[in-house]
C-alpha cells in the first residue's frame, strides 16, 4: 500500500492467503499480517470473495475440525476484511473468467473481484498467472499441504 490516500493499492484475499494467515506460515502469514496492519492504519479493509470465504472455512473445517473453522470465522469479523457477496452479476463474470482461463471456480471469484475493483490479488496459487497482464498478482511463498 501506497501512504497517500488517493493512490492506496487495494487487495483482494484469495482463500489460500488465508489460510496461510490463520495457519501461521511463516512467510505468507508474515506477509498478509503487514496487509492487516496497514489496512487498519489506513481505515482500507482487503477484499474477499464470500465463495472464498466459504472455501477457507471448509478447509478449516476439513482439517481441523468445526470447532477450529468456527473459532476462525469469529477471528474474521475482527479483522479489516470486508467479505464481498456474489451476486448474479459478479457469478456471471466468474464463470466467464474460469471459462476462457480455465481457472478452478473458486479462484475465478478471486480473480473477478480484483479486477472489478482494479485491485491486486494476493495469492500463493501460479494458476493465476494464466490471466497474465489482465490481472495484478502479489504473489505468496507456495506452501502444500
Not at 82 to 102: C, F, G, M, P, Y
Amino acid at each position: 500500500m501506497t501512504s497517500s490516500r488517493g493512490s492506496l493499492r487495494r487487495y483482494v484475499l484469495d482463500a489460500n492467503a488465508l489460510i496461510g494467515f490463520f495457519e501461521g506460515r511463516e512467510t505468507a502469514a508474515g506477509k498478509v499480517r503487514l496487509m492487516i496492519s496497514e489496512a487498519l492504519r489506513l481505515e482500507l479493509p482487503l477484499l474477499m470473495s464470500a465463495v472464498n470465504w466459504g472455501e477457507v472455512y471448509y478447509m478449516e473445517w476439513r482439517y481441523h475440525g468445526e470447532a477450529k473453522a468456527r473459532e476462525v470465522e469469529a477471528y474474521l469479523y475482527r479483522l479489516p476484511i470486508a467479505v464481498i457477496a456474489a451476486d448474479l452479476e459478479r457469478a456471471t463474470r466468474a464463470a466467464t473468467l474460469k471459462q476462457k482461463h480455465n481457472l478452478g471456480y473458486a479462484d475465478s471469484f478471486a480473480a473477478e473481484l480484483a479486477m472489478e475493483r482494479s485491485a491486486w490479488l494476493v495469492t500463493a496459487d501460479p494458476e493465476f498467472s494464466k490471466l497474465g497482464k489482465a490481472l495484478s498478482v502479489y504473489f505468496l511463498p507456495r506452501h502444500t499441504r
